[in-house]
Every structure is written in structure tokens, then in C-alpha cells.
């Protein structure tokens, strides 16, 4: 009897495609009406938004079209546009209303926004939170 050992095929992978990707906006800072203190009533503060989103991958590809895909410059504007709409007592507020706005498209999965005040302590680059939000079904 005579047995062959089959080497070792590498897979494919054209044919292998991973269901999302994810688009970020990194280190995006913007002037916010912040805080609940009295000194931070009426004064906008340095506020640094970090934002990632798992969107879905488009069926075939991207195909250089720019309607199969994520855009992020819709979320960069809306987080300038809620820059101009107020005061927001707490960070975890507003890293909610951003996450918000990256899952109003349908095509994203999740949502990781960090939101940071720069200039709350001398001897800290920054204070702030992360918020993960995730579109059920």
C-alpha cells in the first residue's frame, strides 16, 4: 500500500473577504461649550473627538465608487455642527450623541467614539472617556 502526503495548499485569498472594515477620524479637535463647573459655562474648551466605525463591507468591492462606501467627512461636519449647538454638561453625553450620528448609516455595525478635554489639568495631555455603542440586529 502506497500513501501520499498532499503538500500544503495555501489558500485563496481573493476569494476570502473580511464582512467589514473600519473607517476612522483620528485626533479631530473642536472648540465645545463643556462641563458642568461654573467657570466652564459660557467658555468653549478644547475638546479632542477620536472615532472609529466598523461599517459593512460593500458586496463586490468598493469598485472606486464612492457611494459603496462610509463617509467620513458626513461625520466630521456633524461633530462640527454639534460643536455650535450648545452646552454639553458631560463628555459621556457627547461621545453618545457622536456615536449616534456614526450609526445613523446603516451600514455601520459599530461605533467607538473617545472624547477628550485637553486642557482641564496642566500635568495631563487630556481627561475624558470612550464610549462603544453597537447597532443590534
Known amino acids: 500500500m502506497t500513501f501520499t502526503i498532499d503538500e500544503p495548499r495555501q489558500a485563496d485569498t481573493t476569494e476570502v473577504v473580511d464582512a467589514l472594515y473600519t473607517v476612522r477620524i483620528n485626533s479631530l479637535v473642536v472648540d465645545f461649550q463643556i462641563g458642568i463647573h461654573a467657570h466652564e459655562q459660557g467658555v468653549r474648551q478644547r475638546v479632542r473627538v477620536e472615532i472609529a466605525v466598523d461599517v459593512v463591507r ?3 468591492g468598493f469598485r472606486e465608487d ?3 462606501v462610509y463617509c467620513y467627512e458626513r461625520i466630521v461636519k456633524a461633530v462640527r ?3 455650535g449647538g450648545g452646552h454639553v454638561k458631560l463628555v459621556e453625553t457627547l461621545a453618545d450623541r457622536v456615536a449616534e450620528i456614526c450609526l445613523a448609516d446603516e451600514r455601520a ?3 467607538e467614539v473617545t472624547i477628550s478635554k485637553l486642557d482641564v489639568f ?3 495631555e487630556s481627561v475624558g472617556v470612550t464610549v462603544v455603542r453597537r447597532r443590534v440586529g
Open 58 to 60: 460593500p458586496e463586490g
Open 66 to 68: 464612492y457611494a459603496r
Open 81 to 83: 455642527a454639534l460643536a
Open 109 to 111: 455595525m459599530r461605533a
Open 122 to 124: 496642566h500635568d495631563a
